[in-house]
């Protein structure tokens, strides 16, 4: 079945760096979406994702869309202690009827 | 707006007891439904979905069922729980995404906490 590779499988970083962690699928995706979970909590949208090659940013976040179609990106700049948390990549196809594929998360901690 | 609601927040079940987790969805209609666990520190992994009343389609063959006996309504149950069921229960609700077009993205509860003991 579809997968998405996500990397790095954590992160820890100091307070004030900026964050890079990215997406791979060998399939083509129509929708690349991400999420952030905070403990105990269920995911929040973060950034939804469209068109190959779409930068989007929210916030201190940016996110883009690969130009293949086939990938994808967070950026985090200038982490704050409250980034912490599990952040998702999801990717879904255009059938009808599928449901999203989700990566299997970056453990972000940031130390102050 | 829509809002997504999921109880109970923590359960600890005894091995071999029956389980029933409820989630219900207020301010849509004929929503697609879902049911994910996440074993501890690890992703999520997809259930049940459900794109109407009475339509279960299930991912992971288990001791787990789900229900869907109203539209905003859905329910992921156990006849006897085995100390593996033990993990965080997320439901999510989406708008129907048709071909060609974009997801909508899903909008997930604050889950359940489920430990078998």
């Known amino acids: 079945g579809q997968q998405l590779n996500q990397s790095p499988q954590s992160m820890f970083i100091q307070e004030g760096e900026d964050v890079s962690m990215n997406c791979t699928s060998s399939s083509i995706f129509n929708t690349w979406l991400w999420y952030k979970q905070e403990p105990g909590e269920g995911p929040v949208l973060l950034i939804a994702?469209?068109?190959?090659?779409e930068l989007t940013s929210n916030g201190r976040l940016t996110a883009q869309f690969g130009i293949t179609r086939k990938d994808s990106f967070l950026n985090i700049s200038a982490s704050i202690p409250s980034d912490v948390g599990i952040y998702f990549c999801?990717?879904?196809?255009?059938?009808?009827?599928?449901?999203?594929?989700f990566g299997k998360g970056t453990t972000l901690s940031v130390s102050s | 707006s829509q809002t997504i609601h999921q109880w109970p927040a923590t359960l600890v079940q005894p091995v071999g007891s029956p389980l029933s987790l409820e989630c219900t969805v207020e301010?849509?209609?004929?929503?697609?439904l879902y049911w994910y666990r996440q074993a501890a520190g690890r992703g999520l992994q997809l259930l049940f979905y459900?794109?109407?009343?009475?339509?279960i389609s299930s991912e992971v063959p288990q001791n787990l069922s789900a229900s869907r006996p109203q539209d905003r309504q859905f329910i992921l149950s156990s006849k006897k729980l085995l100390l593996s069921d033990s993990g965080f229960y997320l439901c999510a609700w989406s708008r129907k995404s048709y071909q060609g077009y974009g997801s909508y993205g899903y909008t997930f509860g604050s889950g359940t906490r489920l430990t078998v003991v």
């Open positions: 999801a990717g879904q196809t255009n059938q009808a009827g599928t449901a999203l594929i």
């Open positions: 459900s794109v109407g009343i009475g339509q």
């Open positions: 301010g849509t209609s004929n929503p697609n």
């Open positions: 994702l469209y068109k190959a090659g």
